[in-house]
């Protein structure tokens, strides 16, 4: 790497999901950034893989992805490739005879391959020691089994002298309705600067963190009056 012109970089952290089940994930990243001095902007491109339990299954995929920072305008796009299966059977409950057959609630856990994209815009800008962004932008996730997730996500991320970061994002598609979350991160040291104010600068961005969905999508579902089979020969018990 060159210092304040390039940047290989390794991302990585560990998940506890709120749950009785002990569910949990990890991922990391490796990538590239560069700065253009023509441009004034970073470009980078990243690859990574993530994880994630459910205390009843495993899920894991491949994370891939590409972006453009610059003092106004940012553009980001990530994709989101399955290993696992996308549908996984966990259970039958409520289980009952009916004629000569037992019947149940079949309960599957199904995983979504996909992608998103966003657009920021900073409202801020020529500001020398603070961000003020919004982005706006858009996801979609499919599953063979299941019905696929299309939304819209919007996201505000306010930024001083490039250390401290607060932000809140709101999301909605017809899957999993309108989720909303918060974030604060403060990064330790920092880039030398090498101008008179000490400003923050387009270059120093390529320390920024990743901006991806950090978690397997995963949608439970299910299926009642199914019939119960043998697994054996596949028929009726």
């Known amino acids: 790497q060159t210092p304040g012109q390039s940047l290989w970089f390794i991302e990585g952290r560990a998940i506890k999901y709120h749950s009785s089940t002990g569910a949990f994930g990890y991922n990391f990243e490796g990538g590239y950034r560069w700065f253009s001095p023509t441009s004034n902007r970073v470009y980078g491109m990243y690859a990574g893989y993530d ?3 459910t205390g009843q299954r495993g899920f894991d995929q491949i994370a891939f992805g590409a972006e453009s920072l610059g003092p106004v305008w940012d553009f980001r796009a990530n994709g989101y490739l399955l290993l696992s299966n996308e549908t996984n059977f966990i259970n039958f ?12 609630t079949a309960n599957f856990i199904d995983a979504y391959n996909g992608f998103d994209a966003e657009v920021g815009y900073n409202l801020a800008a020529p500001g020398p020691n603070f961000d003020l962004r ?3 932008g858009g996801y979609g996730f499919t ?12 996201r505000i991320e306010a930024r001083w002298w490039n250390q401290v970061t607060a932000g809140a994002s709101v999301q909605y598609d017809d899957v999993f309705d309108t989720t909303v979350f ?19 600068t387009v270059a120093d961005r ?4 990743l901006h991806k969905n950090m978690h397997v999508v995963i949608n439970r579902r299910a299926v009642a009056d199914t019939v119960v089979l043998n697994p054996v020969d596949n028929q009726p018990l």
Not at 143 to 154: E, H, I, L, M, Q
Not at 206 to 209: E, I
């Open 206 to 209: 390529l320390g920024d963190p």
């Open 51 to 53: 994880y994630r339990n």
């Open 93 to 104: 409950t409520d289980l009952a005879f009916q004629g000569n057959n037992l019947v149940g």
């Open 134 to 136: 919004i982005f706006g």
């Open 143 to 154: 599953s063979k089994n299941t019905k696929d997730a299309w939304g819209v996500r919007g």
């Open 182 to 200: 918060g974030y604060v991160s403060i990064l330790f040291g920092g880039p030398n600067r090498g101008n008179p104010c000490g400003c923050p």
